[in-house]
């Protein structure tokens, strides 16, 4: 008999959604306000992107996983006060020492790096490249301190470190563009400065609660279950940019591709606000007993799965109407390919719920054997169909990727865990869904039909799966309140 508490999973759920939701949403808010004939265009925005790609990569370093470390090491000294200090203190300073070791490492070899690109602006890249750096090392920062807020239940401090992220974060970046220069660089040094003022205040913060320590030790521990993560980390990254490096070369398509991604960067965040309230509760029950606490841990990633699942469908036709409505340039392109992108994260979500067992029992190792399989079947496909699709040849590639992710990840959790999914909500279903709207892109395509028609198709097959695989769950639910 399944003891969760409903009401009190989905309030945390709400709350942690809303707020992850925040950063996300102010950045497309302001985006009609950068873009424009005499702002920003796809090409800006292409450029915005590899900056990203920079700082993304800079914060897999520093981070060295460290979020997932928090998440499992938490519950060894959450009851010794004086060990959680130790390990929230040495987190942090090793992220300081990372980041700086990086920095120095980027000024040896910035020559080196600018030539990876075509794109004259982005060759010179000690213009832009440590601004992006510095924004990665802030951010690895700020999500330790959300993780370990989150872990403690502590829901003020989330919303305070978010809200702050987010607000500042923003308010710098359009300073940056309307004071400084309206280009990928104003908006880059704005992202640098308003989120090292939040890190600062983050690290001030934790080190005035937990004192200034680097247990070796214990970091030595946490490095050892951080390491594969890690590996996985860095795999992960070139699975995420590996597509958008090599369509560098088409400025402006790579422009519309990065304004799709960057709404779907969006739904990853909520998605990761969900996650993030589902993954303590699902560790808690994993520690007092798998084989106890099965349908609660069945229970939770139906429910997990059916909130992304949910999440997508209402979200895909508000943000083409958004963008069809407010963009001036090419980048209202994205448009047609906000349904398929979108759909990429219910793979991702059926990858993180098989992923929980693996992460528990720290058999961290398989992640890097399963993405480097993974990588390398994505890189090959970027290289055979970018040239020629173009947009559609990265959907395609990343789809493919992420679905043998899924697989992968679900074959080795049942060889390690007794846990028996529901398959039907969690990996049938979805994955015929994901099926029937890559087929409704297919027949837009053939048949030039207007993009809103087979994304509305795709909305309503979303739903009405989820009507009829969770009919009892909901009028249950309905009956309770």
């Given at each position: 008999m399944s003891t969760v508490n409903i009401k009190e999973h989905l309030k945390l759920s709400l709350i942690y959604t809303a707020v992850a939701a925040v950063p996300p949403v102010l950045q497309v808010l302001i985006q009609p306000i950068i873009e424009g004939s005499n702002r920003l265009n796809a090409t800006d925005f292409a450029q915005i992107g590899m900056a990203e790609m920079v700082t993304s990569l800079a914060f897999t370093v520093s981070l060295f996983s460290m979020g997932n470390a928090l998440s499992r090491f938490f519950y060894d000294v959450n009851d010794d006060r004086k060990a959680y200090n130790s390990m929230v203190s040495s987190v942090f300073s090793s992220i300081i020492f990372r980041g700086f070791l990086l920095l120095i490492l980027a000024f040896v070899f910035r020559n080196h790096i600018g030539n990876l690109f075509s794109q004259e602006n982005l060759r010179n890249f000690s213009v832009y490249g440590f601004a992006a750096i510095i924004t990665g090392i802030n951010r690895s920062i700020n999500i330790s301190a959300a993780t370990l807020y989150r872990n403690e239940k502590r829901v003020r401090a989330f919303i305070i470190v978010n809200l702050a992220t987010a607000i500042v974060r923003t308010a710098f970046q359009l300073i940056g563009l309307f004071y400084y220069e309206m280009s990928f660089l104003g908006y880059v040094y704005g992202s640098a400065v308003g989120s090292s003022i939040v890190a600062l205040g983050v690290l001030a913060y934790s080190y005035r609660t937990s004192g200034f320590r680097y247990d070796r030790v214990l970091l030595g521990s946490m490095n050892r279950f951080a390491w594969p993560l890690f590996q996985y980390g860095v795999l992960t990254w070139g699975l995420t940019f590996a597509d958008k490096y090599f369509m560098e070369r088409f400025p402006?398509?790579?422009?519309?591709?990065?304004?799709?991604?960057?709404?779907?960067?969006?739904?990853?965040?909520?998605?990761?606000?969900?996650?993030?309230?589902?993954?303590?509760?699902?560790?808690?029950?994993?520690?007092?007993?798998?084989?106890?606490?099965?349908?609660?841990?069945?229970?939770?990633?139906?429910?997990?799965?059916?909130?992304?699942?949910?999440?997508?469908?209402?979200?895909?036709?508000?943000?083409?109407?958004?963008?069809?409505?407010?963009?001036?340039?090419?980048?209202?392109?994205?448009?047609?390919?906000?349904?398929?992108?979108?759909?990429?994260?219910?793979?991702?979500?059926?990858?993180?719920?098989?992923?929980?067992?693996?992460?528990?029992?720290?058999?961290?190792?398989?992640?890097?054997?399963?993405?480097?399989?993974?990588?390398?079947?994505?890189?090959?496909l970027n290289l055979l169909l970018i040239p020629h699709f173009f947009i559609y040849g990265a959907v395609i590639s990343i789809m493919v990727s992420d679905i043998l992710q899924v697989l992968g990840a679900y074959f080795y959790s049942r060889k390690i865990s007794p846990i028996r999914w529901n398959l039907s909500k969690l990996l049938y279903s979805p994955l015929i869904c994901v099926t029937l709207v890559i087929i409704f892109e297919i027949i837009k395509e053939t048949f030039s039909l207007n993009i809103y028609i087979s994304a509305s198709a795709s909305v309503i097959v979303l739903i009405t799966s989820l009507l009829i695989l969770y009919r009892r769950d909901i009028s249950g639910f309905l009956k309770r309140i």
């Open positions: 402006a398509d790579l422009g519309i591709y990065f304004t799709a991604v960057n709404f779907a960067l969006g739904m990853q965040i909520i998605m990761q606000g969900m996650q993030g309230a589902t993954q303590p509760e699902i560790f808690r029950y994993m520690k007092e007993g798998i084989a106890k606490r099965e349908d609660d841990i069945r229970s939770l990633s139906n429910m997990l799965m059916a909130q992304s699942q949910a999440i997508i469908a209402i979200a895909i036709l508000p943000v083409m109407l958004y963008l069809t409505l407010f963009y001036e340039t090419d980048v209202k392109l994205a448009s047609a390919f906000i349904a398929l992108i979108f759909i990429r994260y219910i793979p991702r979500t059926q990858y993180i719920i098989f992923s929980f067992v693996v992460y528990y029992q720290k058999k961290t190792q398989f992640f890097l054997y399963l993405n480097l399989v993974t990588l390398t079947v994505n890189i090959i």
